[in-house]
Protein backbone atom coordinates (compact mmCIF):
# COMPACT_ATOMS: atom_id res chain seq x y z
CA UNK A 1 0.00 0.00 0.00
CA UNK A 2 1.40 3.37 -0.87
CA UNK A 3 1.25 6.63 0.92
CA UNK A 4 1.36 9.66 -1.35
CA UNK A 5 1.76 13.15 -0.02
CA UNK A 6 0.48 15.60 -2.23
CA UNK A 7 0.32 18.81 -0.77
CA UNK A 8 2.07 20.34 2.47
CA UNK A 9 1.04 23.39 3.95
CA UNK A 10 0.72 25.44 7.44
CA UNK A 11 -2.87 26.39 8.70
CA UNK A 12 -2.45 29.71 10.87
CA UNK A 13 -5.65 30.65 13.04
CA UNK A 14 -8.57 31.72 11.28
CA UNK A 15 -8.32 35.10 13.34
CA UNK A 16 -4.74 36.40 14.33
CA UNK A 17 -4.04 36.44 18.18
CA UNK A 18 -4.48 39.62 19.81
CA UNK A 19 -0.46 40.68 20.80
CA UNK A 20 -1.18 40.35 24.69
CA UNK A 21 -1.54 36.75 24.30
CA UNK A 22 1.65 36.26 21.84
CA UNK A 23 3.50 34.44 24.85
CA UNK A 24 2.06 31.95 27.21
CA UNK A 25 4.59 30.09 29.70
CA UNK A 26 4.27 26.36 30.12
CA UNK A 27 3.43 25.49 33.57
CA UNK A 28 5.27 23.34 35.77
CA UNK A 29 3.67 19.95 34.99
CA UNK A 30 3.83 20.75 31.37
CA UNK A 31 7.82 20.87 32.61
CA UNK A 32 7.98 17.27 33.52
CA UNK A 33 6.93 15.44 30.01
CA UNK A 34 9.16 15.46 27.42
CA UNK A 35 9.41 17.38 23.82
CA UNK A 36 7.59 14.36 21.86
CA UNK A 37 5.07 13.99 19.61
CA UNK A 38 2.04 11.76 20.74
CA UNK A 39 0.01 10.55 17.86
CA UNK A 40 -3.34 8.86 16.70
CA UNK A 41 -5.31 8.20 13.42
CA UNK A 42 -8.65 8.29 12.89
CA UNK A 43 -9.82 5.74 10.18
CA UNK A 44 -13.67 6.30 8.55
CA UNK A 45 -15.09 3.88 6.09
CA UNK A 46 -16.43 5.13 2.97
CA UNK A 47 -20.61 5.13 3.79
CA UNK A 48 -23.05 7.03 2.14
CA UNK A 49 -21.86 10.27 4.46
CA UNK A 50 -18.34 10.39 2.93
CA UNK A 51 -19.75 9.21 -0.48
CA UNK A 52 -21.74 12.54 -0.58
CA UNK A 53 -18.84 14.95 -1.21
CA UNK A 54 -15.95 14.69 -3.05
CA UNK A 55 -12.24 14.50 -1.93
CA UNK A 56 -11.11 17.68 -2.43
CA UNK A 57 -14.49 19.02 -0.60
CA UNK A 58 -13.60 17.07 2.48
CA UNK A 59 -10.58 18.31 2.97
CA UNK A 60 -11.43 21.75 2.04
CA UNK A 61 -13.79 21.49 5.04
CA UNK A 62 -11.13 19.81 7.44
CA UNK A 63 -8.79 22.76 6.61
CA UNK A 64 -11.40 25.61 6.99
CA UNK A 65 -12.52 24.10 10.45
CA UNK A 66 -9.01 23.30 11.44
CA UNK A 67 -8.68 27.11 11.08
CA UNK A 68 -11.33 28.00 12.67
CA UNK A 69 -10.56 25.50 15.68
CA UNK A 70 -7.06 27.31 16.19
CA UNK A 71 -8.37 30.49 16.89
CA UNK A 72 -9.52 29.32 20.13
CA UNK A 73 -6.45 26.83 21.03
CA UNK A 74 -4.74 29.53 19.97
CA UNK A 75 -1.41 28.52 21.16
CA UNK A 76 -0.92 25.26 19.14
CA UNK A 77 -0.51 27.25 16.01
CA UNK A 78 2.47 28.70 17.96
CA UNK A 79 6.26 27.42 18.58
CA UNK A 80 7.39 26.00 21.54
CA UNK A 81 10.66 28.30 22.94
CA UNK A 82 12.54 26.03 25.52
CA UNK A 83 15.20 28.40 27.12
CA UNK A 84 12.40 30.32 28.02
CA UNK A 85 9.92 28.21 28.69
CA UNK A 86 7.16 29.46 26.48
CA UNK A 87 4.88 29.19 23.85
CA UNK A 88 5.59 31.89 21.35
CA UNK A 89 1.76 32.13 19.83
CA UNK A 90 2.83 33.86 16.48
CA UNK A 91 0.51 32.12 14.61
CA UNK A 92 2.95 29.73 12.14
CA UNK A 93 0.25 27.45 12.30
CA UNK A 94 0.07 23.54 12.29
CA UNK A 95 1.77 21.67 9.59
CA UNK A 96 -0.88 20.12 6.91
CA UNK A 97 -0.76 17.50 4.62
CA UNK A 98 -2.87 16.03 1.91
CA UNK A 99 -2.08 12.14 0.96
CA UNK A 100 -3.79 9.74 -1.49
CA UNK A 101 -3.30 6.03 -0.95
CA UNK A 102 -2.80 3.43 -3.79
CA UNK A 103 -5.45 0.90 -1.66
CA UNK A 104 -8.54 0.14 0.29
CA UNK A 105 -9.49 1.07 3.97
CA UNK A 106 -10.77 -2.35 4.32
CA UNK A 107 -6.91 -3.87 4.20
CA UNK A 108 -6.44 -1.90 7.41
CA UNK A 109 -9.51 -2.63 8.93
CA UNK A 110 -8.57 -6.57 8.34
CA UNK A 111 -5.23 -6.12 10.21
CA UNK A 112 -3.64 -6.58 6.42
CA UNK A 113 -0.86 -3.66 7.87
CA UNK A 114 1.58 -4.32 10.71
CA UNK A 115 1.98 -1.02 13.28
CA UNK A 116 4.84 0.08 11.56
CA UNK A 117 3.59 0.33 7.89
CA UNK A 118 0.24 2.59 9.56
CA UNK A 119 2.45 5.38 10.59
CA UNK A 120 2.35 6.27 7.24
CA UNK A 121 -1.07 7.90 8.14
CA UNK A 122 0.66 10.37 10.84
CA UNK A 123 2.59 13.17 9.54
CA UNK A 124 6.25 13.44 10.78
CA UNK A 125 7.54 16.92 12.53
CA UNK A 126 10.74 16.46 14.40
CA UNK A 127 10.92 18.37 17.27
CA UNK A 128 13.12 21.22 17.07
CA UNK A 129 13.23 25.17 17.81
CA UNK A 130 11.27 25.92 14.59
CA UNK A 131 8.87 23.09 14.76
CA UNK A 132 5.28 23.19 14.78
CA UNK A 133 3.29 22.17 18.10
CA UNK A 134 0.93 19.61 15.97
CA UNK A 135 0.44 18.27 12.70
CA UNK A 136 -2.29 16.95 11.02
CA UNK A 137 -2.17 14.40 7.96
CA UNK A 138 -5.30 13.60 5.82
CA UNK A 139 -5.38 10.57 3.74
CA UNK A 140 -7.79 9.59 1.00
CA UNK A 141 -8.13 5.79 -0.36
CA UNK A 142 -9.29 4.79 -3.28
CA UNK A 143 -12.53 3.17 -1.95
CA UNK A 144 -13.33 6.88 -0.65
CA UNK A 145 -12.33 5.97 2.71
CA UNK A 146 -10.73 8.55 4.79
CA UNK A 147 -8.18 8.63 7.27
CA UNK A 148 -6.75 12.16 9.84
CA UNK A 149 -3.81 11.50 11.75
CA UNK A 150 -2.68 13.75 13.99
CA UNK A 151 0.40 14.56 16.61
CA UNK A 152 0.82 16.73 18.98
CA UNK A 153 3.59 17.68 21.17
CA UNK A 154 3.55 16.25 24.60
CA UNK A 155 5.06 19.44 26.41
CA UNK A 156 2.33 21.05 25.83
CA UNK A 157 -0.76 18.59 26.07
CA UNK A 158 -1.65 15.90 27.69
CA UNK A 159 -4.44 12.93 26.22
CA UNK A 160 -6.99 15.07 27.71
CA UNK A 161 -6.36 17.92 26.25
CA UNK A 162 -5.42 16.58 22.80
CA UNK A 163 -8.99 14.91 22.55
CA UNK A 164 -10.39 18.17 23.36
CA UNK A 165 -8.43 19.82 20.65
CA UNK A 166 -9.38 16.95 18.36
CA UNK A 167 -13.15 16.61 19.27
CA UNK A 168 -13.39 20.23 19.14
CA UNK A 169 -12.24 20.34 15.71
CA UNK A 170 -15.03 17.79 14.34
CA UNK A 171 -17.37 19.55 16.04
CA UNK A 172 -16.18 22.71 14.32
CA UNK A 173 -16.27 20.55 11.09
CA UNK A 174 -19.72 19.51 11.69
CA UNK A 175 -21.21 21.97 13.03
CA UNK A 176 -19.17 25.25 14.21
CA UNK A 177 -17.38 26.05 17.10
CA UNK A 178 -20.96 27.93 18.53
CA UNK A 179 -21.03 24.73 20.94
CA UNK A 180 -17.58 24.39 22.52
CA UNK A 181 -16.43 24.38 25.58
CA UNK A 182 -13.89 27.04 25.28
CA UNK A 183 -10.04 25.69 26.33
CA UNK A 184 -8.56 28.01 29.55
CA UNK A 185 -4.92 28.89 29.21
CA UNK A 186 -4.68 29.60 32.89
CA UNK A 187 -2.34 26.65 34.32
CA UNK A 188 0.62 28.10 34.31
CA UNK A 189 -0.76 30.41 37.02
CA UNK A 190 -1.42 28.10 39.18
CA UNK A 191 1.84 25.79 38.88
CA UNK A 192 4.42 28.64 37.23
CA UNK A 193 7.14 27.42 35.61
CA UNK A 194 10.46 27.08 37.49
CA UNK A 195 14.10 27.80 37.00
CA UNK A 196 15.16 24.22 38.24
CA UNK A 197 17.44 21.63 36.69
CA UNK A 198 15.22 18.90 34.75
CA UNK A 199 14.52 15.40 35.72
CA UNK A 200 16.93 13.47 33.86
CA UNK A 201 16.05 11.39 31.10
CA UNK A 202 15.77 7.68 31.19
CA UNK A 203 18.51 5.49 29.70
CA UNK A 204 18.23 5.75 25.81
CA UNK A 205 17.71 1.93 24.34
CA UNK A 206 20.42 0.69 23.49
CA UNK A 207 22.05 1.40 20.19
CA UNK A 208 21.42 -1.05 17.43
CA UNK A 209 19.07 -2.83 19.43
CA UNK A 210 15.70 -3.22 17.07
CA UNK A 211 12.04 -2.78 18.34
CA UNK A 212 8.93 -3.97 17.04
CA UNK A 213 5.00 -3.15 17.83
CA UNK A 214 2.48 -5.68 17.67
CA UNK A 215 -1.54 -5.22 18.65
CA UNK A 216 -3.36 -7.82 21.29
CA UNK A 217 -7.00 -7.64 21.17
CA UNK A 218 -8.74 -8.01 24.81
CA UNK A 219 -12.44 -9.16 24.02
CA UNK A 220 -15.06 -7.53 26.69
CA UNK A 221 -16.21 -11.59 27.22
CA UNK A 222 -12.21 -12.06 28.39
CA UNK A 223 -12.14 -9.12 30.21
CA UNK A 224 -15.24 -9.96 32.11
CA UNK A 225 -13.92 -13.47 32.95
CA UNK A 226 -10.27 -12.39 33.81
CA UNK A 227 -12.19 -10.14 36.30
CA UNK A 228 -13.71 -13.12 38.15
CA UNK A 229 -10.38 -14.63 38.25
CA UNK A 230 -9.03 -11.62 39.95
CA UNK A 231 -11.52 -11.11 42.54
CA UNK A 232 -11.44 -15.00 43.23
CA UNK A 233 -9.42 -13.44 46.55
CA UNK A 234 -11.26 -10.41 47.14
CA UNK A 235 -9.70 -9.35 50.93
CA UNK A 236 -6.73 -7.08 48.97
CA UNK A 237 -7.73 -5.68 46.03
CA UNK A 238 -5.36 -3.02 46.77
CA UNK A 239 -7.96 -0.82 48.71
CA UNK A 240 -9.51 0.74 45.88
CA UNK A 241 -13.41 0.20 45.72
CA UNK A 242 -15.42 -1.79 43.49
CA UNK A 243 -14.18 -4.52 41.10
CA UNK A 244 -10.62 -4.45 39.15
CA UNK A 245 -11.20 -1.96 36.09
CA UNK A 246 -10.31 -3.18 32.40
CA UNK A 247 -7.21 -1.29 32.76
CA UNK A 248 -5.87 -3.14 35.26
CA UNK A 249 -6.71 -6.46 34.42
CA UNK A 250 -5.40 -5.96 31.00
CA UNK A 251 -2.16 -4.21 32.61
CA UNK A 252 -1.82 -7.24 34.91
CA UNK A 253 -1.70 -9.73 32.23
CA UNK A 254 0.73 -7.63 30.36
CA UNK A 255 2.93 -7.28 32.77
CA UNK A 256 2.40 -11.11 33.89
CA UNK A 257 4.35 -12.15 30.34
CA UNK A 258 6.90 -9.14 30.36
CA UNK A 259 8.29 -10.54 33.92
CA UNK A 260 8.11 -14.18 32.02
CA UNK A 261 10.41 -12.90 29.61
CA UNK A 262 12.98 -11.48 30.97
CA UNK A 263 13.25 -14.47 33.43
CA UNK A 264 13.68 -16.22 30.22
CA UNK A 265 16.43 -14.39 28.93
CA UNK A 266 18.23 -14.17 32.12
CA UNK A 267 17.32 -17.27 33.56
CA UNK A 268 16.14 -15.88 37.09
CA UNK A 269 13.56 -13.24 38.02
CA UNK A 270 14.33 -9.75 38.65
CA UNK A 271 12.76 -6.91 39.90
CA UNK A 272 10.42 -4.80 37.71
CA UNK A 273 8.31 -1.83 37.94
CA UNK A 274 5.74 -0.24 35.92
CA UNK A 275 4.60 3.05 35.31
CA UNK A 276 1.31 4.22 34.86
CA UNK A 277 0.27 7.72 34.30
CA UNK A 278 -2.62 9.00 36.14
CA UNK A 279 -4.74 11.79 34.90
CA UNK A 280 -5.23 14.48 37.67
CA UNK A 281 -8.20 16.17 37.02
CA UNK A 282 -10.35 14.42 38.17
CA UNK A 283 -8.47 13.18 41.28
CA UNK A 284 -7.82 16.68 43.13
CA UNK A 285 -9.92 18.43 45.05
CA UNK A 286 -8.41 21.62 44.06
CA UNK A 287 -10.52 23.88 41.78
CA UNK A 288 -8.53 22.89 37.84
CA UNK A 289 -12.04 22.85 35.67
CA UNK A 290 -11.62 20.48 33.45
CA UNK A 291 -11.37 22.57 30.27
CA UNK A 292 -7.75 23.44 31.09
CA UNK A 293 -5.55 23.37 28.62
CA UNK A 294 -1.95 21.74 29.38
CA UNK A 295 -0.38 18.32 30.98
CA UNK A 296 -1.86 17.63 34.26
CA UNK A 297 -0.18 14.17 34.60
CA UNK A 298 1.69 12.27 37.66
CA UNK A 299 2.85 8.52 37.82
CA UNK A 300 1.80 5.57 39.53
CA UNK A 301 4.73 2.92 40.03
CA UNK A 302 3.66 -0.46 41.12
CA UNK A 303 7.17 -2.86 42.21
CA UNK A 304 7.58 -6.90 41.47
CA UNK A 305 10.44 -7.81 44.03
CA UNK A 306 11.10 -11.66 43.53
CA UNK A 307 10.57 -13.84 46.61
CA UNK A 308 8.10 -11.49 48.35
CA UNK A 309 5.58 -10.50 45.23
CA UNK A 310 3.85 -13.58 43.93
CA UNK A 311 2.80 -13.97 40.18
CA UNK A 312 -0.98 -14.91 40.11
CA UNK A 313 -3.06 -12.55 37.92
CA UNK A 314 -4.76 -11.57 41.27
CA UNK A 315 -1.29 -10.45 42.62
CA UNK A 316 -0.28 -8.31 39.89
CA UNK A 317 -3.46 -6.30 39.81
CA UNK A 318 -3.55 -6.03 43.44
CA UNK A 319 0.24 -4.10 43.48
CA UNK A 320 -1.23 -2.46 40.46
CA UNK A 321 -4.49 -1.03 42.33
CA UNK A 322 -2.26 -0.33 45.65
CA UNK A 323 -0.04 2.04 43.37
CA UNK A 324 -2.66 3.86 41.63
CA UNK A 325 -4.43 4.15 44.66
CA UNK A 326 -1.31 5.73 46.39
CA UNK A 327 -1.30 8.09 43.63
CA UNK A 328 -4.96 8.94 43.62
CA UNK A 329 -4.71 9.06 47.44
CA UNK A 330 -1.68 11.98 47.33
CA UNK A 331 -3.59 13.91 44.87
CA UNK A 332 -6.52 13.99 47.22
CA UNK A 333 -4.80 15.10 49.93
CA UNK A 334 -3.09 18.23 48.41
CA UNK A 335 -4.55 21.01 50.18
CA UNK A 336 -2.54 23.98 47.69
CA UNK A 337 -0.70 23.65 44.62
CA UNK A 338 2.84 23.24 45.36
CA UNK A 339 1.84 20.33 47.05
CA UNK A 340 0.15 18.90 44.17
CA UNK A 341 3.58 19.52 41.81
CA UNK A 342 6.00 17.91 44.92
CA UNK A 343 3.80 15.14 44.18
CA UNK A 344 4.20 14.74 40.25
CA UNK A 345 7.74 15.70 40.52
CA UNK A 346 8.45 13.24 43.06
CA UNK A 347 6.93 10.74 40.55
CA UNK A 348 8.50 11.22 37.47
CA UNK A 349 11.96 11.48 39.10
CA UNK A 350 11.88 8.43 41.08
CA UNK A 351 10.95 6.21 37.66
CA UNK A 352 13.60 7.83 35.55
CA UNK A 353 15.95 7.16 38.51
CA UNK A 354 15.45 4.00 38.34
CA UNK A 355 15.33 3.32 34.64
CA UNK A 356 18.96 5.26 34.45
CA UNK A 357 20.94 3.14 37.35
CA UNK A 358 19.24 -0.11 35.46
CA UNK A 359 18.88 -1.76 38.45
CA UNK A 360 14.92 -3.57 37.36
CA UNK A 361 13.73 -4.01 34.38
CA UNK A 362 11.20 -1.18 34.00
CA UNK A 363 8.35 -0.87 32.20
CA UNK A 364 6.18 2.14 30.90
CA UNK A 365 2.31 1.95 30.33
CA UNK A 366 -0.62 4.28 29.30
CA UNK A 367 -3.95 4.23 28.86
CA UNK A 368 -6.23 6.14 26.47
CA UNK A 369 -9.41 3.71 27.79
CA UNK A 370 -12.35 5.69 28.97
CA UNK A 371 -11.61 8.45 26.33
CA UNK A 372 -13.83 9.52 23.28
CA UNK A 373 -11.68 8.71 20.59
CA UNK A 374 -14.63 6.87 19.40
CA UNK A 375 -16.90 10.23 19.47
CA UNK A 376 -14.79 11.93 16.82
CA UNK A 377 -16.96 12.82 14.18
CA UNK A 378 -16.17 15.18 11.31
CA UNK A 379 -19.67 15.03 10.09
CA UNK A 380 -19.63 11.73 8.00
CA UNK A 381 -20.09 9.94 11.07
CA UNK A 382 -18.19 8.00 13.94
CA UNK A 383 -14.54 6.12 13.15
CA UNK A 384 -14.43 2.90 11.97
CA UNK A 385 -10.76 2.36 14.05
CA UNK A 386 -8.59 4.29 15.84
CA UNK A 387 -4.98 3.60 16.04
CA UNK A 388 -2.27 4.33 18.03
CA UNK A 389 1.51 4.54 17.12
CA UNK A 390 4.79 2.56 16.71
CA UNK A 391 7.56 3.86 18.67
CA UNK A 392 11.18 3.82 18.84
CA UNK A 393 10.93 2.79 21.93
CA UNK A 394 9.61 -0.13 24.50
CA UNK A 395 5.91 0.77 25.78
CA UNK A 396 2.39 0.02 26.50
CA UNK A 397 -0.53 2.09 25.22
CA UNK A 398 -4.08 0.40 26.22
CA UNK A 399 -6.64 1.74 23.46
CA UNK A 400 -10.83 1.05 23.98
CA UNK A 401 -11.85 -1.13 21.25
CA UNK A 402 -15.51 -0.17 19.55
CA UNK A 403 -17.09 -2.88 21.30
CA UNK A 404 -15.71 -2.15 25.21
CA UNK A 405 -12.77 -4.43 24.75
CA UNK A 406 -9.25 -3.01 24.89
CA UNK A 407 -6.63 -2.98 22.56
CA UNK A 408 -2.99 -2.92 23.59
CA UNK A 409 -0.23 -1.33 21.28
CA UNK A 410 3.22 -3.12 22.35
CA UNK A 411 6.81 -2.07 21.57
CA UNK A 412 9.44 -4.25 22.59
CA UNK A 413 12.90 -5.63 21.47
CA UNK A 414 12.11 -7.77 18.61
CA UNK A 415 13.83 -10.81 20.48
CA UNK A 416 11.34 -10.35 23.57
CA UNK A 417 8.24 -10.27 21.29
CA UNK A 418 8.91 -13.40 20.23
CA UNK A 419 8.71 -14.81 23.35
CA UNK A 420 6.10 -12.35 24.25
CA UNK A 421 3.95 -13.70 21.38
CA UNK A 422 4.47 -17.08 22.56
CA UNK A 423 3.24 -16.94 26.58
CA UNK A 424 0.31 -19.36 27.00
CA UNK A 425 -1.82 -16.51 28.42
CA UNK A 426 -1.49 -14.14 26.16
CA UNK A 427 -2.30 -16.52 23.28
CA UNK A 428 -5.12 -17.87 25.29
CA UNK A 429 -6.67 -14.50 26.42
CA UNK A 430 -6.22 -12.53 23.05
CA UNK A 431 -6.60 -11.80 19.73
CA UNK A 432 -2.70 -11.45 18.44
CA UNK A 433 -2.87 -9.14 14.80
CA UNK A 434 -0.31 -10.65 12.86
Known amino acids: MRVEIIAR ?4 PSSSTPPHLRSLKISALDQLLPSVYSGFTFFYSADE ?3 GAKPSERRKQLEKSLSE ?3 LYYPVAGRYVEENLLIDCNDQGVEYLEAEVSGRLSQILNGELQPEQLNRFLPYPVASPTSPLAAVQISTFECGGLAVGVRIL ?5 FVTSMSFVNGWATTCRVGTDELLRPSFHLPYLFPARETAQIRNARPIKSGVKVMTRTFTFSRSTIASLKVIARSRDDDLGGREGQPSRVDIVTAIIWKALIKVAEAKRGYLRPSAL ?3 VEMRRQITLPVPPNYFGNMLRLATARFVPNES ?4 HDLVSLIRQAISRAVMDCRKATNY ?3 LSCASSSFREGKEEAIRGEIDLYTFSSW ?3 PIYEVDFGWGKPSWVSNTHKPVPVVNLLDTKDGGVEAWITIEEKDMILFQQDPEIIAFTISQE
Do not use: V
Not at 9 to 12: E, G, M, R, Y
Open 275 to 277: IHP
Open 338 to 340: DDL
Open 369 to 371: CGF
Open 69 to 71: ILT
Open 310 to 313: KMGL
Open 9 to 12: KFIS
Open 154 to 158: HKISD
Open 49 to 51: NIK
